[in-house]
Nanobody, 120 residues
Framework: QVQLVESGGDLVQPGGSLRLSCATS????????MSWYRQAPGKERELVAR????????NYAESVKGRFTISRDNSKNTVYLRMNSLKPEDTAVYYC?????????????WGQGTQVTVSS
């Protein structure tokens, strides 16, 4: 059974930091590119960051470049999103997802999401 379980979401003040984790099971993690998406209230889900199977490639939404870092540990079947200098507009539910190709195609599996709220 494929599972992706996000954790680490919290309420944080503007300028603060968080690290999200996505623990996976039920598939060969190192064969999948991993992504983080987010969805804010009333907005469409958007891609935040993606990392390739062996961490050779990453890409980021323009709005988070220089503040967020995606990484993965294939020995732990886990992908991370380090978020620094958080802004109120980063408030959203954050989801991790797995895909078999880095570009194109669709996500194969999704987690249930973790809430990040940036507010003073």
């Amino acid at each position: 059974q494929v599972q992706l379980v996000e954790s680490g979401g919290d309420l944080v003040q503007p300028g603060g930091s968080l690290r999200l984790s996505c623990a996976t099971s039920g598939f060969t993690f190192s064969h999948y590119a991993m992504s983080w998406y987010r969805q804010a209230p009333g907005k469409e889900r958007e891609l935040v960051a993606r990392i390739s199977m062996l961490s050779a490639s990453t890409n980021y939404a323009e709005s988070v470049k220089g503040r967020f870092t995606i990484s993965r540990d294939n020995s732990k079947n886990t992908v991370y999103l380090r978020m620094n200098s958080l802004k109120p507009e980063d408030t959203a539910v954050y989801y991790c997802a797995a895909r078999t190709t880095y570009w194109g195609g669709e996500e194969s599996a999704w987690g249930q999401g973790t809430q990040v709220t940036v507010s003073s």
